[in-house]
């Protein structure tokens, strides 16, 4: 096993399967077949199809000659590992922002209705409060154990709600939205 396995945790290194793709992408993009671009590359279509499913890994002088045949070259650049993870986690957290502020604006409504009860937001929409980008399932929410009756005659107190998690709650919910 080399070095690039150890790291990635697999036989074949991620790059060549990356490469693979991408190679398969641009000829399905110049419309070409695999046979094709192996007679204009000067190798077999049993390689560039290797290639593409990442079955071999080519030599870096195929992998010229491949993306030459379809009018490209390859540029390499370095970048601390997992960058690509840091960048996907920053759009998930952009993607969730409006997702969780309008969650956030629903437990404020409902819990104005209780006036100078004490809670904590607890859970998923507490972890992606703190910027986890994660979609919260539902509300969590953790009430001091004196105030329970309170709470759970508030929550009856909503027209036709007999439980926490009632669709008649969710309808409510609905309906302060769309004011």
Known sequence: MNAVS??????????????GRLLRDERE????????????A????Q???RFETGVSAPTTMLVDRLFAALGQQVRIDLEPLDADLDEE???AATANASWVETRVHDMRYLLRQVPELAYLVDGELAAA?????IRPGRI????????????????CSIPGCMR????????LLDRVRAS
């Open 140 to 155: 969590e929410l953790a009430f001091a154990d004196g105030d329970r009756d309170r709470v759970a005659d508030w929550i």
């Open 129 to 133: 409060l703190h910027g986890v980008p």
């Open 47 to 49: 390689c560039v199809s």
């Open 42 to 45: 000067g190798a077999s279509q």
């Open 89 to 91: 986690i920053a759009r």
């Open 6 to 19: 150890r790291v990635s945790g697999s036989e074949e290194p991620s790059l060549a399967r990356r490469i």
């Open 164 to 171: 926490y998690n009632d669709p008649q709650l969710a309808r």
């Open 29 to 40: 993009r110049a419309g070409l077949s695999q046979g094709a671009l192996a007679y204009r």
